[in-house]
C-alpha cells in the first residue's frame, strides 16, 4: 500500500518574491521622493512593482 505524497507549493516561490515587493516597494518610493527621482531607487521600485504583479498573477499556482 502507497501513502500519498505531500505535494509542494508550487506557486510559494512567487508568494515569497510577492511579500518581498510589497515590503520593498515603499521603501523605494520613499528612496525615490527623497532622491528626486534618483535611476537606482526608480529600477527597484520597476522590480519591486513586477514582483507584486507576479504574485498577485501566480502563474504557477492552481
Partial sequence: MQRPHATAEAGLGTTVLGVLGLIVLPIA????????GGLVWGIVAGA??????VAYLDPFGR
Fill in 48 to 53: 519591486a512593482a513586477l514582483a507584486v504583479l
Fill in 29 to 36: 518610493l520613499i528612496g525615490l521622493l527623497l532622491s528626486g
